[in-house]
């Protein structure tokens, strides 16, 4: 790829890219740059929502002419560095699918080291409207990652961040796996199974289908929980009969869930899989 510094076309170029929606990896690509020299100049110029091409190239101009400080500002040196590091979090998960906005609010939460931020809070820190906050907000609370928290005192809205917010988004990336396996789906019923694009359908539903399930652990996961669950409140000895009539299932469908217990149990030592294959009696 090609050093040296940013030119002012480079500079033109990563604002068309931004105004487009492309994300950071992509305005690299097509300037054959890393992503952290993208992702570096946006940071460093206004962010995603506010740089502007003519004022970074006259900006970076007038910090090269500049003499370096003998001692330079510490704080306000950290406070950039802490900016910087909050843009290429957030990029990140850009990359990975989260809306840019959204992407850029999470960050600011989980790299805070107040627990909670207001709505004032993020429009201060990330330099946007606040329409721009609210709607990100509303995305992530809709999807479990970020959740309210009333001060009574202030009347102010706190935004904290799940505990488990990692487990959300994963949850989130495996149901747009299945929306797309839907929606591929839909597609071949529409084409008809038998022309080239209904193969080529044929061939995403069935690819997005399995990475979900794989993802979420699949219906012989689920049902395999279900079972041990009933084992553990029970904590006795069940045969396949009484864990049928327990979770109203067919026989069947409990035999499959013990089945996929023990062949998915080769991580456990020879008596955890010794238990998992005796916990059931014979039917």
Known sequence: MPGGRLSHQDRLDIAAG???????????????????TITREVARNGGASGYRADHAHYATASRARRRRPVSPADGVRALDAQREYVERFAAMMVEGGLPRMASRVLALLYTSDSRTLTAADLVQELRVSPASISKAIGYLERVGM??????????????VIADDVWLKAWEV???????WADLAAEGVELVGRDTPAGERLMHMADFFHRLSEDMSGGAGFQDCLAVLAVLWQADRRLDA??????????VERVTDALDYAVKNSSGQDGAEQAASQGAVGEA
């Open 18 to 36: 931004l105004e487009a929606g492309l994300g950071y990896a992509e305005i690299a690509r097509q300037l054959q740059r890393p992503t952290s």
């Open 146 to 159: 970020v959740h309210r928290e009333p001060d009574p005192i202030r009347r102010l809205q706190h935004y």
């Open 173 to 179: 990336s495996a149901r747009t796996n299945d929306s």
């Open 241 to 250: 009969n009484e864990l049928a009539a327990a979770l109203h299932w067919p």
